[in-house]
């Protein structure tokens, strides 16, 4: 059985080890930035109880997964049903190169322009990783991997 979470900051290789993982083992893909918001703009978190509910709906239509993303309040919801987790623990100037180079993600913006608008942001919120306190934060996921009793990695640079 694969039922894996991957987390880790923006910019880490989250969606393109899952895309990659996915591929191989023929697993169904969850990436949680397609649920965790509300659309408009400014951007607004869903209700956890919304995202809880379609994060339940596939796990439950999916034998096998991955699911990625940094919200720890979401994959918490999925952490007692996983077999293994994977923390992409890369160093924040990775994550930020990695940011500037990423293809467009039409799943996530209507245009590459549109995503290219948000770079700054996403930039300035990647720095803040290892001091911000919030569900997303590095602490956050390093005590959701360190309680993890099952199988579990840690990626510190993308190979």
Same mark, same amino acid.
């Given at each position: 059985m694969? $039922?894996i979470?991957?987390f880790? &900051?923006?910019?880490?290789g989250k969606s393109t =080890? !899952?895309?990659q993982l996915?591929r191989?083992?023929? #697993?169904a893909?969850?990436? #949680?930035?397609t #649920? !965790?918001? =509300?659309?408009? %703009?400014?951007p607004?978190? $869903?209700? =956890?109880p919304? +995202?809880q509910l379609?994060?339940?709906? @596939? *796990? +439950?239509s %999916? ?11 979401? =994959?918490? /919801? !999925?952490?007692?049903?996983a077999?293994?987790?994977? @923390? /992409? %623990? #890369?160093?924040?100037? +990775?994550?930020?190169? &990695?940011?500037? &180079?990423?293809?467009w993600?039409p799943?996530k913006? !209507? ?7 948000n770079l700054? *942001? ?8 290892p001091?911000r306190?919030?569900?997303? +934060?590095?602490s956050?996921?390093?005590?959701l991997y360190d309680a @993890?009793?099952?199988? $579990?990695? /840690?990626?510190?640079? %993308?190979s």
């Open positions: 694969h $039922k979470l991957i880790g &900051n923006s910019g880490s =080890l !899952a895309i996915c191989e083992r023929g #697993l893909h969850l990436d #949680l930035d #649920l !965790a918001w =509300l659309p408009g %703009n400014p607004e978190r $869903k209700p =956890l919304e +995202s379609a994060i339940e709906e @596939f *796990m +439950s %999916n034998d096998t997964w991955v699911i990625e993303g940094c919200y720890g309040d979401l =994959l918490d /919801m !999925a952490v007692p049903h077999d293994e987790v994977i @923390f /992409m %623990n #890369l160093p924040v100037p +990775s994550c930020i190169e &990695n940011a500037r &180079n990423r293809p993600e799943h913006y !209507a245009s590459r322009e549109e995503q290219d608008g700054a *942001m996403l930039i300035d919120w990647i720095a803040q990783y001091t306190q919030d569900v997303c +934060s590095e956050a996921h390093r005590t @993890f009793a099952g199988k $579990k990695r /840690m990626y510190t640079r %993308n």
